[in-house]
């Protein structure tokens, strides 16, 4: 099946999964891991975590279960160790719990089945722990919301060392790259430092509150992907999966409402922007800098929001090309 193998690869460059030599990124040093749960080094500094890498199979599983969860958020654990300063996802198990719009929280089943799947994985010999939870934002980025934030920082408070991920698996079938966030919540009481997101997030306007008055209260983390020798043929069953999973829907026709959401409140944001200017009018010459920066700064989100949306309508326009000419060319 090389169309499988040939999206296979572009799915590795697209997501920048680079293949490490050595499969002792897997190796679990338990001495090393009781070492660092009894100095606790995040407590003193509260940026101790800088950077999270995943492997493949795991993201491809994330990004799977996030897909079949449709406009539900769906969510699960992820195992794995610490290396120094990284977190380093090996492996993702599903939870039975759906929520929808970012109301999505473990309930006494999910619990069970969650201490009941790490009993026994331990049974047959995994060692690593669980060391986050991963869920689902269809449509509306990667963020964390009130109920997000209050629930990692309450993990943080009692399963240290943890980090919060969220997909949206929405804007991955749009855009074709996973959009992907890691997360950490500070300690109660502590000020974040006072600067912007370090990246542009497309927000929608019905979510831009809930955004806007828990943002300090996290800080995203670097993300890296991986592939060992040991990844390989599970990876290729996994993906096999995934690819006819792909094949067989439409980008276009799939995420529709997703579409006509982005439009309209793209269309809300032009004229919020607009109605800003006009109030200002001649005004703006003599206005001060911060304000004339802000008025800028709207219409320039506006304008990344629509450059994106337009983006992933041509990438769902490419596939649907692709995919006609690879099934119902004719010689």
Not at 18 to 27: E, G, L, P, R, T
Not at 117 to 134: F, H, S, T
Not at 151 to 172: F, S
Request: hydrophobic residues 35%; negative net charge.
């Amino acid at each position: 099946m090389s169309q499988a193998t040939e999206a296979l690869k572009r799915f590795e460059l697209e997501n920048n999964i680079q293949a490490v030599n050595s499969d002792a990124i897997y190796k679990y040093d338990a001495v090393e891991y009781n070492k660092l749960i009894q100095t606790k080094p995040w407590t003193s500094t509260p940026h101790y975590f800088k950077a999270v890498k995943i492997s493949a199979i795991a993201l491809l599983k994330m990004v799977m279960h996030a897909r079949s969860g449709g406009k539900l958020e769906v969510m699960g654990l992820m195992m794995g160790k610490i290396d120094g300063t990284t977190m380093v996802i090996t492996d993702t198990f599903a939870l039975p719990v759906e929520g929808t719009e970012t109301r999505v929280n473990a309930h006494a089943l999910a619990y069970e089945y969650m201490v009941e799947y790490l009993d026994l994985i331990k049974q047959v010999g995994r060692k690593e722990n669980a060391i986050g939870w991963y869920h689902s934002h269809p449509g509306y980025g990667c963020w964390l919301s009130g109920i997000d934030v209050s629930t990692q920082m309450l993990n943080q408070q009692y399963q240290e060392p943890w980090v919060a991920i969220v997909v949206d698996p929405t804007r991955t079938v749009s855009a074709g790259k996973v959009e992907i966030g890691a997360f950490r919540t500070y300690p109660a009481g502590y000020k974040a430092p006072d600067d912007g997101p370090s990246e542009y997030q497309s927000i929608p306007i019905s979510k831009i509150e809930d955004f806007g008055v828990h943002c300090k209260q996290y800080y995203p983390l670097e993300i890296s992907y991986f592939k060992s020798s040991l990844d390989s043929a599970l990876l290729d069953k996994l993906w096999n999966k995934y690819w006819v999973n792909t094949l067989s829907s439409s980008p276009l026709f799939a995420n529709r409402d997703y579409i006509s959401g982005a439009i309209s409140d793209l269309s809300e944001k032009l004229e919020q922007a607009e109605t800003q200017l006009s109030h200002s009018g001649r005004a703006t010459y003599f206005a001060p800098a911060a304000d004339k920066k802000k008025e800028e700064t709207q219409l320039s989100k506006a304008t990344k929001d629509s450059i994106k949306t337009t983006l992933e309508q041509v990438h769902g326009m490419m596939s649907e090309v692709s995919k006609d000419l690879l099934f119902n060319y004719k010689q």
